[in-house]
């Protein structure tokens, strides 16, 4: 091989080299925005429903608030056997709806970003699971045991979120979680009384931690 040969070969190589390692790159890229893209996707559905039930509840709580201050006490006893709490301090914990924040690093975290096939299929964007034959429901691909997994199917994402308040808010597992959140508006605080949402315990806490700051969801917060 003389010398202009020589050199040609070391040019092709050199060229498929760098060709091979741009493509790479290029694919690397997709990867990245494919990701971008599907959190986009995530937040355009979640975001609305979350921001229309964050503020149903908000009224309610400002409603509870003047009718303590006008001392509306047959009004404020409706309220307190129709969210089946034990007096108005309870209610008003019930009530008063948690951290944006929270509420979607916790659907990014239950739904995989929104493409669970509970998600998808069921407008489950957190994971919550039946009980009750009565209940428009999907099955899990697993079992306890002998017996099926069942989890909520809801007609709308609105009502998957409004359900998950719901579930929040009533539930005996949270009662530090809620009457915390009437003392911080912190959300790095008040995912560590999440700890009985999952089985991971305490890590929950630490993943919606992750979530959130990695995200800047705290931006969703402005309006507690």
């Not at 509970?118 to 009565?134: D, H, M, T, V």
């Amino acid at each position: 091989m003389n010398y202009k040969n020589m050199c040609l070969s070391v040019l092709a190589i050199i060229s498929l080299f760098l060709y091979q390692f741009i493509s790479s790159d290029d694919d690397h890229k997709d990867k990245i925005i494919s990701v971008a893209d599907k959190k986009a996707y995530f937040h355009k559905i979640i975001l609305p429903a979350i921001d229309e039930i964050f503020d149903e509840r908000m009224l309610i709580y400002k409603e509870i608030k003047v009718l303590e201050k006008n001392n509306a006490i047959s009004e404020i006893q409706l309220l307190i056997k129709k969210y089946n709490s034990a007096n108005l301090k309870e209610l008003k914990q019930r009530v008063y709806p948690h951290p944006k924040s929270i509420a979607i690093a916790q659907a990014a975290m239950e739904s995989a970003w929104g493409t669970s096939r509970f998600a998808k299929e069921a407008n489950n964007y957190f994971g919550i699971w039946s009980f009750s034959e009565k209940d428009d429901r999907i099955s899990a691909n697993e079992k306890r045991g002998s017996k099926t997994i069942w989890l909520k199917k809801y007609s709308s994402v609105s009502d998957s979120v409004r359900d998950y308040y719901d579930l929040i808010g009533n539930g005996k597992a949270f009662k530090e979680f809620n009457r915390q959140k009437l003392l911080t508006k912190n959300p790095l605080e008040l995912v560590k009384y999440l700890d009985k949402y999952s089985e991971k315990g305490a890590e929950y806490g630490n993943e919606l931690t992750k979530i959130i700051n990695y995200n800047g969801y705290f931006g969703h917060d402005t309006n507690l």
